[in-house]
């Protein structure tokens, strides 16, 4: 029995190593400056504002810079329903400084992958996709 709490513990330990609770706002707002993120989720032709609900709770506490003249909003309160056209961050995936970061407009379906290197506060997009549910 203390080898399956010692196994256990150490399967934990080690599915834990590298996961980081808040992530550095400037991942997120270098995710939000990009061509690709403004075009598909129309940030610059809607004139309203945008909240983005982070379900992985990694930028908990960002704020953001406005884009195009709209205010950003980060919260995480899944039970939030009133904000029917938010952007949704379902998943971040890292591998050192490689961070891809998996968006989801809720009242369009429109999906969007970005993979952004980001080394001492800077960021570079490597990659993207896009998509629709």
Do not use: P, W
């Not at 080690?14 to 129309?42: H, P, W, Y």
């Not at 379900?55 to 029917?84: G, M, Q, W």
């Amino acid at each position: 029995m203390k080898y399956l709490f010692l196994v256990l513990y150490c399967y934990l330990a080690t599915s834990m190593k590298g996961q980081e609770t808040n992530l550095d706002c400037g991942l997120l707002q270098a995710a939000v400056k990009t061509n690709i993120f403004q075009d598909r989720f129309n940030i610059c032709k809607d004139t309203e504002d945008v909240f983005i609900l982070d379900t992985t709770r990694s930028f908990a506490t960002c704020l953001l810079e406005d884009i195009c003249n709209n205010h950003l909003f980060v919260y995480y309160d899944k039970l939030d329903n009133t904000k029917k056209d938010r952007i949704e961050i379902y998943r971040i995936d890292r591998k050192k400084d490689l961070f891809t970061l998996f968006f989801h407009r809720l009242s369009t379906g429109a999906v969007l992958i970005l993979k952004l290197k980001y080394v001492r506060k800077k960021a570079k997009l490597i990659d993207y996709k896009v998509g629709a549910f």
